[in-house]
């Protein structure tokens, strides 16, 4: 079955950078879009970042200028930098793949932003 696996979350001071990872388990074919989600305590989830097979990005507006989603097609990986890190941005990160047959998500990654 088709898993996605995340890693790269933790804790940084605001101003700081990390960068996560999301590896898929199995290899889909005909993929539209990776992309990034996030939901902070009693919100919404919402759209982080996103990028197409031609490699079309989107970013919501909040994090334009700090963020970064990239893709490497040989290690079935999508990759989001996160730089300029503010405490808003403390939440559950998840990888979300969209393909031809159907939606999967990864099981999500702690990101929490404090002094």
């Known amino acids: 079955q088709v898993q996605l696996v995340e890693s790269g979350g933790g804790l940084v001071q605001p101003g700081g950078s990390l960068r996560l990872s999301c590896t898929v388990s199995?290899?889909?074919?005909?993929?539209?879009?990776m992309g990034w989600y996030r939901q902070a305590p009693g919100k919404q989830r919402e759209l982080v970042a996103k990028i197409t097979s031609s490699d079309t990005t989107n970013y919501a507006d909040s994090v334009k200028g700090r963020f970064t989603i990239s893709r490497d097609n040989a290690k079935n990986t999508v990759y989001l930098q996160m730089n300029n890190l503010r405490p808003e941005d403390t939440a559950v990160y998840y990888c979300?793949?969209?393909?031809?047959?159907?939606?999967?998500w990864g099981q999500g990654t702690q990101v929490t932003v404090s002094s």
């Open positions: 199995r290899r889909i074919f005909s993929i539209n879009t």
């Open positions: 979300n793949v969209i393909a031809y047959r159907g939606a999967y």
